[in-house]
């Protein structure tokens, strides 16, 4: 059983508890206002022991989730927090790749790239404008970002991403050479501009 679980079984079962006595208190204080009959056992301290019970299940439940640690529910969320495999970055490049167009004059430059943030929805759209993140001091990066550019807009959407791995592909950080898509990974949290 994993690790809370035992916690969660409790609450539930004492939230279970309380919404019963609640619920038969209500039936009989019902019951009595259609059949008038004597009060031989008074209904309010069921009543409010009921509610109490529901309360304090609902107050431990929170305090169980807030006590566990950020590990355990990222391991419940599964694939959603796996990085992308080799074989779904393959893919993704050779997809970008199909767009891309070689700037002229460029074909065999070595050690020149741009590196470009995309942010994409749910479909595998661009969300917002790409972002340009490292860039050559050189006269060949206007021209290599801007086939970049072309290439990420043409290939669009990129719809076979792995939806259940969403959190590690909502916005990627793409290098580019003068050959095409070099390198994807997915963004880390801070942004800056580099130029080399």
């Not at 199909?98 to 065999?108: E, H």
């Not at 939806?163 to 949290?189: C, N």
Request: one cysteine or more; proline letters at 8%; aromatic letters at 6%.
């Amino acid at each position: 059983m994993p690790p809370g679980s035992a916690n969660y079984a409790i609450a539930g079962a004492a939230l279970a508890l309380g919404i019963i006595v609640v619920g038969v208190t209500r039936w009989i204080e019902h019951h009595r206002a259609k059949n008038p009959m004597p009060r031989l056992i008074p209904t309010t301290p069921f009543m409010a022991f009921g509610i109490l019970i529901v309360i304090v299940a609902i107050a431990f439940s929170f305090a169980v989730w807030r006590d566990t640690p950020s590990g355990t529910l990222d391991a419940r969320a599964g694939k959603s927090n796996a990085d992308l495999t080799a074989d779904e970055t393959a893919g993704f490049k050779t997809r970008l790749n199909n767009c891309w167009v070689t700037p002229a004059g460029l074909a065999g430059a070595q050690g020149v790239n741009v590196a470009i943030r995309i942010q994409l929805d749910s479909r595998g759209n661009l969300s917002d404008k790409p972002e340009l993140i490292r860039a050559p001091m050189s006269m060949s990066g206007p021209a290599l970002q801007e086939s970049a550019m072309q290439a990420l807009q043409q290939c669009q959407p990129y719809n076979d991403l792995p939806i259940a791995k969403r959190e590690r592909w909502k916005v990627l950080d793409i290098t580019f050479s003068p050959q095409g898509a070099s390198e994807v990974s997915a963004a880390p949290t801070h942004k800056n501009l580099q130029l080399q």
